[in-house]
């Protein structure tokens, strides 16, 4: 194992900030990597023994799970037993340390464990608390169970995935944990320049329920019920309101799929000149819309008798926007992600170089960096406990010897 005090950590706008994750699986540690990705001091709070069960999901290779390599990178691993009293009280030196507090558990465990807004307020005035959980801190179902895919079904994007005449359809990835995440690292920044521009700042918590990112986002569907009494439904590929003229995959000649979308007067007469149909036919809008069926018949017929590569060099001719829908073997090998620099190989003691998503978004000024993959269970005992909270010797020896960490 590496000496961690060598170790130079992460560089980023972020650089300095000091953040503790008692949070496990997806939403709460995506949001910690968010900012991990941007150079913050990330400590991950683990079980000792069995650790973020995160460790165990996913595909493996020869015994290693990957998705943890990804998903805690250019963290701290420490193990901490959370449910001995010797455990809790570490816990509050992490608190009393951090700038931000990252906690997913359930309500009841929380007040228990003294980690609550209340506490962590008494016991840092001036940290910022992101508190993820199924339905929110205020709901009645306040230390009701929750996970990503019931707050995606609850936000209403579900019933609006799929086609008319199938089931409402979950995307193929932790979705609505991933969005929490994303939005459970904005509202810490938000909360970070309050507390650096007001002097009279006094902590932040952040309550955020799993249902509300993706609900947020879907931006009409509230005004829409609200005023026109109508109830967004599938409408497979198109948008449930708002359709485009033109949006939908088609399959090619060598059994490829390529979306096809035109969201503006000017790329749907694009469509039409590419399909030989008359482009003053389809000189406006309401146009446009009357023909949609044609267009879209169209386009399915026409890629139907194509190759990819000659549907994609005729639509960039015809400045119609298209793209093949990409595999994870298409993204490594595609030259505008390389051109990105949007992979990178990172080097991991159990795999070898592995390649994964670079940090995004990129700051060209001062870029983040994947300076570690997901670490051991425990690596950074010795160095967040001794080295950034100060425990002596003899204190560490006792909690090893007690099994508290």
């Known amino acids: 194992m590496p000496d961690e005090r060598q170790d130079p950590g992460g560089q980023g706008q972020l650089r300095g900030l000091k953040v503790v994750e008692f949070a496990h699986v997806v939403a709460g540690p995506l949001a910690g990597s968010m900012l991990a990705d941007q150079g913050a001091d990330v400590v991950h709070v683990e079980p000792p023994g069995t650790g973020d069960a995160a460790r165990a999901m996913g595909p493996q290779r020869d015994g290693v799970p990957l998705w943890f390599k990804v998903a805690g990178r250019n963290k701290r691993s420490v193990t901490l037993d959370l449910h001995h009293e010797a455990g809790r009280a570490v816990a509050h030196r992490l608190v009393a340390w951090a700038d931000v507090v990252i906690v997913t558990l359930r309500a009841g465990r929380l007040r228990t464990w003294e980690l609550d807004w209340e506490s962590v307020h008494r016991i840092n005035p001036k940290a910022v608390l992101l508190q993820i959980s199924g339905f929110g801190a205020t709901s009645s179902q306040a230390d009701a169970p929750g996970f990503g ?5 609850r936000s209403g994007v579900v019933q609006l995935t799929g086609f008319p005449d199938g089931p409402p359809v979950h995307t193929g990835f932790s979705h609505g944990d991933a969005v929490t995440g994303l939005m459970g690292a904005y509202a810490v920044l938000a909360a970070l320049h309050r507390r650096d521009h007001d002097p009279d700042f006094d902590g932040e918590w952040i309550d955020l329920a799993l249902f509300e990112p993706l609900f947020r986002l879907v931006e009409w569907q509230v005004i829409v019920h609200d005023q026109l009494g109508e109830v967004p439904e599938r409408a497979g590929n198109q948008l449930a309101v708002a359709p485009a003229a033109v949006i939908n995959t088609y399959r090619s000649r060598d059994d490829e799929w390529i979306t ?18 008359p482009e003053e036919e389809f000189a406006t809008t309401r146009q446009q819309h009357a ?4 267009l879209d018949e169209g386009l399915r017929t026409w890629v139907a008798q194509h190759s990819t590569a ?3 060099e005729e639509f960039t001719r015809n400045e119609v926007v298209a793209s093949r829908v990409f595999s994870a073997a298409d993204i490594a090998d595609d030259p505008v992600y390389a051109e990105r620099g949007d992979i990178v190989t990172v080097d991991d003691p159990d795999l070898g170089p592995v390649r994964m998503q670079a940090v995004i978004p990129h700051f060209r000024q001062v870029p983040g960096r994947v300076w570690r993959t997901g670490p051991a269970l425990g690596q950074d005992n010795r160095l967040v406990y001794r080295e950034w909270l100060g425990l002596d010797e003899k204190e560490l020896t006792d909690l090893e010897k007690q099994g508290v960490v």
């Open 260 to 277: 096809v979308t035109s969201a503006t007067p000017r790329s749907v007469r694009n469509v039409a000149r590419l399909l030989g149909l």
């Open 291 to 294: 023909r949609r069926g044609e």
């Open 149 to 153: 895919k019931m707050g995606e079904a």
């Open 310 to 312: 000659e549907c994609l």
